[in-house]
């Protein structure tokens, strides 16, 4: 018999996917190293898109764009849930622009902790993060005093 107590990993449904890229993607954004919590959220929706479980609404205008150019995400609906991607060149043959970001179209909030959420998506995609067991230890940035020696008596 199981203890109710004890947490079960969660099934890979839509409600629990779109929850877990919300979570993941709500920590990339104030992480050191966002890289592989944006590439799993990627990972992540284009696999649902693949097997109908989301679908893309259409381009926005980016929030953040590089270089300060103009520059257009694809919004991506997810349950409950919309995020945004970065778009492939057929996504601007396909997809209609929407024009600027809506900012009062919020998603709902969900509690779920970072690691289940990562648990849930790497199980989801097959995606296993390099070296997360293996994490290197801070370096000591301790000040090393320089070391002058006496040459001799004479300067020259």
Known sequence: ????????????????????????????KTAINPGYLYYLKKQALLKMIKEGKAHKVGLHFSNNPKYSQQQSDVLVSCGEYTFHIPPMKKDFEELPHLGNLNKKSR??????????????????????????????????????????????????
Do not use: W
């Open 1 to 28: 018999m199981r203890n109710p107590n004890q947490s079960s990993p969660l099934s890979a449904t839509v409600i629990n996917l779109s929850k877990a890229i919300f979570t993941v993607n709500r920590h990339a």
């Open 107 to 156: 998603n709902p909030k969900c509690r779920m902790s970072l690691s289940e959420a990562k648990s849930i998506l790497e199980g989801y995609t097959g995606i296993v993060e390099k070296n997360s067991n293996n994490r290197k230890k801070p370096t000591s940035n301790k000040y090393n005093k320089p070391v002058f020696k006496k040459l001799g008596d004479s300067f020259f």
